[in-house]
């Protein structure tokens, strides 16, 4: 298991890489880099359309050079990549260029809102679809199994940016009712309230928002779930415990249960990962929530090379330990898996 593990942490440094230099490489030939936006920035700045480019043009004479040794643009572009390699070992992402702030603190400032929608998100999906999908399996073929497949999938078939949309218009001020708030996470009296009117607000300001990321995500889970009990409800071990006369509750819980729940439990660390960062861009920019993937696309779109370098590295880095993570709760849940002996 130690040889395993080694050598999975070795495998990381190639990805890692890999994924680093395609990416640095790709930007070097997207226009309208860091300078490109803030020379365009100041020509704005500079009045009507013709003195702007006049302007502009004695700008990029006089300061170029500048901004080019400012951002590091001056140097040759392999000492720059491995000046970014050294960076990343010390775990230094660098500045941004165009907000003027440590990648960290702007990725420390934004995980409030991607804790929130993350950790719900989750927590949500798999509190309510582990026990439909029992339930389900339970029941399959009843009315009950072929009602709740229709709604799961219902759910699932609806972009979430869309059912968004809906419930503004609904319940946010559109058209008709006026129940849930449409900006932030708190209301601007936050200090102002005691400890259960805090909570009540925070819940009250994520209710919108959260209804659309889970509800696509509860037809994965439920259907994993009934599927993988069905598999095991059939197995020959089971049919043996109910043939000596043990109560269904016992048979299900018991026996059927921690072997249906391996795919689930090995899956935890991924899907708990993944609603942090998957990116719910367009529900943050519809209910005007500033987290890690509005961070993530502005940064792209304005070419601010750290942030978007940095992110990725912190981003692959942790999909790869979760990724690591998940194969030894195989072990833990299954002991019958041995990575070791299966390598030798």
Known sequence: MIAYI??????????????????????????????????AEARVGQGGEAGAYKAGRDLDKK????????????????????????SYARFDL????????QVWDLIKEKLPVSISLGLWTFLVS????????????VREGSRFDT??????????????FVL???????????????????????????????WGARIVDYFWHLALPLTC???????????LTKNTFIEEIRKQYVLVARAKGLAQKRVLYKHIFRNALIPLVTGFPAAFIGAFFAGALLIETLFSLDGLGL????????????????????????????????????????????FGAAAR
Do not use: C
């Open 126 to 137: 798999y509190l309510v679809s582990v026990p439909l999908g029992v339930a389900k399996a």
């Open 63 to 86: 300061q170029l050079e500048d901004l080019k040794k400012m951002y590091g643009f001056d140097k040759p572009l392999h000492v720059r990549y491995f000046e970014m390699l050294a």
């Open 6 to 39: 080694v050598r999975r942490l070795l495998l990381m440094v190639p990805t890692l890489l890999g994924a680093l230099t395609i990416t640095f490489v790709v930007m070097q030939f997207v226009p309208g880099g860091p300078i490109e936006q803030l020379m």
């Open 94 to 101: 660098g500045k941004s260029f165009l907000q003027n702030k």
């Open 295 to 338: 961070l993530a696309y502005e940064s792209v779109i304005r070419r601010d090379y750290p942030v978007v370098l940095g992110t990725l590295y912190l981003f692959t880095l942790i999909a790869l330990v979760t990724k690591l993570v998940t194969d030894l709760l195989y072990v833990v849940v299954d002991p019958r898996v041995q």
């Open 213 to 223: 990321l889970v509800i696509g995500s509860f037809a994965t889970i439920t259907m």
């Open 164 to 194: 968004g949309l809906l419930l503004i218009v609904l319940f946010a001020g559109g058209s008709f009712l006026d129940w849930f708030p449409l900006r932030g996470l708190t209301s601007d009296n936050w200090d102002e309230l005691s």
């Open 147 to 160: 009602l709740t497949t229709g709604l799961v999938l219902l759910g699932y078939a609806i972009p979430g």
